[in-house]
């Protein structure tokens, strides 16, 4: 025996020779060798090599031994005779059995199409459609009618047998090989088609009906197993009704179907899916002509038309399947002028993801992240934008289009080159996982046989020498080639637009050139893609990225390496003009600042905050432009987290006590205001507070009011060491008591400081000298507070003091008992439910808190007179408040359902019952509401509508300042702005109207508890 020719030495050992050429299992191979079926063979060195050689000879030997005892003697011998006197079929052959066992099987069912593996004309080494035409209908008709479907299985395996020897074997490429596919795919529907119409013949002479190949199939670069998508076209026959044609159609469609899916005895060859039609399952099988482009033209969503740009006609009335083609071809090529075209199409990309199992995403070849879609989906959104223009970009192939966009300059030579690397292992990988079972599936496997498989049968596109581990090599290599795409997934789009606009010198410009390609991108093609980008003035974007990229500065450089990605963030924003204008303002102002190139160079997660904060709104950049170097803190892990009152109160008043006057000291409580509402509000944007919203809406008014009542306790010193500089030691103590928002915890980014100012003579002090200086310092705090400066401005508003604004600013606590005990209003009672003292001498603060504690807090609740007084004059705001041509709808303060309702009906159920619950004696609305339905004043279910009701008005409010720069209580009329408010809250691209539909639901449901509980029966 040939593997037993050396002196029997251990080396000579056959077990040991086979483990050499890869057999895992050489005692079962010597055994299967030594059977009568392949006597002689293992002396045949040349054969053993060969299945060494194959991706798996375990496999390979075991498929043999199964084909040659399924044959006859005669066909045994010529078998035996072919294999060891002829390399191309022994190559083609072994290679297929020790790649897919679902291929040996067929085999061992049908032993003589090993035959088909021999030929070697033209047209068996490269056939098309037409070829495998004609091999499927002749097999088929060769069978009886009743047999026919079963012939037209075993046919199309055949010719798959074939498809994959070539590509096994090497003779074919990925390209050819997909191609091959798809036109297999073709030929078998038509056949299918053909015996659907021999079956009833009826119909198919009351119709034309065309087959339209969709997705890979109608792009020609199919996978072995995959689902074939169609969409079916029909037309009447002459002198035919329509509706009776597309039933006819619809039986021949249906038929057609079930032959290709339907599993019997031979196998399935593949399930076909006609849920890209229009209206997916729910929609009808076929529609003629005119009633698919009805659809398109007025119903069809975003990624309809993506799904269109591979649509070929494969089987079928050719010239309907052309007519249909010419006829979808336009729509197709404007669909990037759609609204939120970009935007829909990454959405979608995220939502696969997204969908994907947790325990799959690492294993996805398909859909995961670096995974085929990325390339697939990135190549579409660049013919769909630039296809309008430019026919050549016009093909369903994907490999073909990168190569159009790589030769038009739309993506440079070096990126294209890598994406078709990557794109053609990982779909040779998801090629060689399929053929082994002929099952659908796109997850890597697990097991080590199959990864050892995989490994072997992939080695040409490894680089590396896959004997010393070829499992290892072959994960290196898909995670180089994943990692790869998902790199220039994020570049593909928008780095050429860095090269349509940087003004680079000569040398730097040719290098650029060279990975760019010939031509690179023209201005209108770059404006093209950014307004297809969401970018409503492209021409000042360019100019933008002009300034930004030009140059041969560090700066310069880093910039034109961070600018691609920036630009896709921006992108997903509502207001990608605004990012970008902003970024350029921020790095103009800090450019050369050593740390602002570092944090944007270094800190990857720094750069994606910067560009989110950017791009979603006024306020907060507002507030980053005036001290740039706020950046810093998008950089620190802890950079985003709310400080405490102890640390804001600690640095104001120690900067406070540095300053020389006055302005100087308030001035610099401001500043750090002005720094710490950036720091709050980026936060916010970033979803950094609170992963419940409701819970970030209670942090970030915790944090507003703990920073304004810091800041009003540096202004008050400030003032007083002004005022005591030049008049000497004030006579009189000053308290600050927060009212409305500001006593309740609950400030949005727009609110006022609603306060009350009391002050109390020191021992010995005339009352009227006292009075002079409160007011003079009181009045000078609200002053610096709100005078025009680069800080954002803190307006103190008192009207809620006794007399409003008649009476004077700042009250000595013994006029404000004499006021409250003799002239107070029930009115007044309910706003002191929120005070609070947040600045000046705590001491007398809680002297004033024990003096209105019995006021807010009645023995005995509400009298009826002030219940009538209470409701009376919460009807009358509601009829005179609401401003003029406001919808009461969705005014999140005093329109229905809103602030207000929720915040009276909980007052009220203070005023009523604050006195015997001391949980209701808090300043908080949304606590006192918890404390009600804790205490069964409040039915839970209607506590939870009106808290809704409370927290979406709220957010909508804190959504409005942040994305316009200024307060506003109702949602914004500019559509982009709106835009905003909607992603801030949740909502995605395209859905600001359902944002406003939530709203006006929340708050009718709130309007219905709030009549019940404040209202009455």
Known sequence: MALEDRSGSRTSRPE??????????????????????????????????????????????????????????????????????????????????????????????????????????????????????????????????????????????????????RDLSGTTDLPQTSAELADLAGATLQTALDLAADEDQEAAADCRLAVIGMGKCGGRELNYVSDVDVIFVAEPADGVEEQRATRAATRLAARTMRLCSDTTGEGTIWPVDANLRPEGRNGPLVRTLASHLAYYQRWAKTWEFQALLKARPVAGDADLGAAYAEAIAPLVWQAAARENFVTDVQQMRRRVIDAIPATEVGRQLKLGPGGLRDVEFAVQLLQLVHGRTDPTLRSGNTLRALAALSDGGYVGRADAASLDAAYRFLRALEHRIQLHRLRRTHLVPTDPDDLRRLARSLSPLINDDTRADPVAALDREWK???????RLHERLFYRPLLDAVAELPAGAAALDHAALGPAGLTPAAAKARLEALGYADP???????????????????????????????????????????????????????????????????AAERLAR???????????????????????????????????????????????????????????????????????????????????????????????????????????????????????????????????????????????????????????????????????????????????????????????????????????????????????????????????????????????????????????????????????????????????????????????????????????????????????????????????????????????????LASRVRSAVMLVRGRAGDSFPGDPRELSGVARYLGYGAGHSGELVDDYRRTTRRARAVVERLFYGP
């Not at 103590?733 to 500001?742: C, K, P």
């Not at 409701?871 to 005179?880: F, P, V």
């Open 480 to 486: 180089r080639h994943a990692v790869e795409v998902r």
């Open 16 to 165: 040991i020779r086979l483990v050499r050429r890869g057999f895992t299992d050489p005692e079962h191979a010597l055994r299967l060798l030594a059977e009568p079926a392949l006597h002689g063979l293992a002396a045949d060195p040349v054969l053993i090599d060969a299945l060494g050689s194959t991706a798996d000879p375990d496999l390979a030997l075991r498929g043999l031994a199964h084909l040659l005892e399924a044959l006859d003697e005669p066909e045994r011998a010529a078998l035996r005779d072919t294999l060891t006197g002829s390399k191309p079929l022994r190559d083609r052959l072994l290679g297929t059995l020790g790649a897919s066992a679902a291929l040996a099987d067929h085999l061992a069912r049908h032993p003589r199409d090993w035959h088909a593996l021999v030929t070697f004309e033209q047209r068996d080494m490269h056939p098309g459609q037409a070829e495998f035409r004609r091999e499927l209908s002749e097999r088929v008709r060769a069978a009886a009618p009743p047999a026919r479907p079963d012939a037209l299985r075993a046919a199309y395996r055949r010719c798959l047998l074939t498809i994959a020897a």
């Open 613 to 951: 904060v950017l791009s979603a709104g006024r306020l907060a950049p507002d507030l980053l432009l005036r001290a740039p170097e706020a950046v810093a803190m998008l950089g620190d892990p802890q950079g985003l987290v709310p400080r405490g009152r102890p640390a804001l109160e600690q640095e104001i008043l120690a900067a406070v006590g540095r300053a020389p006057t006055a302005a100087a000291g308030v001035a610099a409580a401001r500043a750090v205001r002005r720094r710490e509402l950036f720091r709050t509000s980026a936060a916010d944007l970033l979803g950094r507070l609170d992963p419940d919203p409701a819970r970030a809406l209670d942090t970030a008014g915790e944090a507003l009011t703990a920073l304004n009542a810091a800041t009003l306790q540096g202004a008050l010193k400030a003032c007083i060491a002004g005022w005591e500089a030049t008049n000497g030691e004030l006579p009189t103590r000053l308290a600050v008591i927060a009212m409305g928002r500001f006593g309740g915890h609950e400030l949005g980014y727009g609110s006022d400081a609603d306060v009350l100012l009391v002050h109390e003579p020191l021992l010995g002090m005339l009352d009227e000298d006292a009075a002079r200086a409160a007011h003079a310092v009181c009045n000078e705090l609200r002053t610096l507070l709100a005078a025009p400066a680069t800080e954002p401005p803190l307006l103190v508003d008192a009207d809620l003091r006794p007399e409003g604004r008649q009476g004077p600013l700042v009250r000595t606590l013994a006029s404000y008992e004499a006021y409250y005990r003799r002239w107070s209003h029930v009115w007044e009672s309910q706003a002191l439910l929120r005070a609070e003292p947040v600045a000046g001498d705590p001491e007398l603060g809680e002297r004033f808190r024990a003096l209105i504690d019995p006021l807010r807090h009645p023995g005995g609740g509400v009298p009826e007179r002030d219940l009538l007084e209470i409701r009376r004059i919460k009807a009358r705001i509601e009829s005179e408040r609401l401003p003029r041509g406001a919808d009461p709808t969705t005014h999140t303060k005093i329109g229905r359902g809103g602030l207000a309702d929720v915040e009276w009906t909980v007052q009220l159920l203070q005023l009523q019952h604050g006195h015997a619950l001391p949980e209701l004696r808090t300043t908080r609305t949304r606590a006192a509401l918890a404390a009600a339905a804790g205490a069964g004043l409040v039915d839970a279910e209607d506590a939870g509508v009106l808290d809704a009701a409370w927290v």
């Open 539 to 605: 021409a000042a974007a360019l100019r933008h990225l002009t300034a930004l990229a030009s140059g041969v500065s560090r700066k310069a450089a880093i910039q034109r390496t961070l600018l691609p990605v920036l630009l896709g963030w921006f992108a997903d924003s509502a207001d990608p003009d605004a990012g970008l204008l902003n970024f350029r303002q921020v790095s103009d102002a800090l450019g050369r600042t050593p740390w602002y190139l570092r944090l944007l160079r270094d800190e990857g997660a």
